[in-house]
């Protein structure tokens, strides 16, 4: 079993960055790929970005150039650093890591809200 909990969101102002972070406790050594997913009112969660274990990354085209993903493995940890925002980022982001059978897990979430 994995345990994800996320920090950092909050509110900010159109332009504004964030920094999101996300720990991993639990059976962290089946952890192959952790990701970041939003999911904003009235719309399907979507994947934001993805990081591998050996560091390859993919991105939304929304948010290329824009959010760069980043884990630390010695630490357990992912973050989702968040720059030029738009109000259109405005969601509630979730930490998720698979597995090396492919199972999922997600965290609680946490809201982020850019003003406009």
């Known amino acids: 079993q994995v345990t994800l909990v996320e920090s950092g969101g909050g509110l900010v102002q159109a332009g504004g960055s964030l920094r999101l972070s996300c720990a991993a406790s639990g059976s962290i050594s089946r952890i192959t790929a952790m990701g970041w997913y939003r999911q904003a009112p009235g719309k399907q969660r979507e994947l934001v970005a993805h990081?591998?274990?050996?560091?390859?990354?993919n991105y939304a085209e929304s948010v290329k150039g824009r959010f760069t993903i980043s884990r630390d493995n010695a630490k357990n940890m992912a973050y989702l650093q968040m720059n030029s925002l738009k109000a259109e980022d405005t969601a509630v982001y979730y930490c998720a890591a698979t597995d090396y059978i492919g199972d999922n897990y997600w965290g609680q979430g946490t809201q982020v809200t850019v003003s406009s």
């Open positions: 990081i591998t274990r050996a560091g390859r990354t």
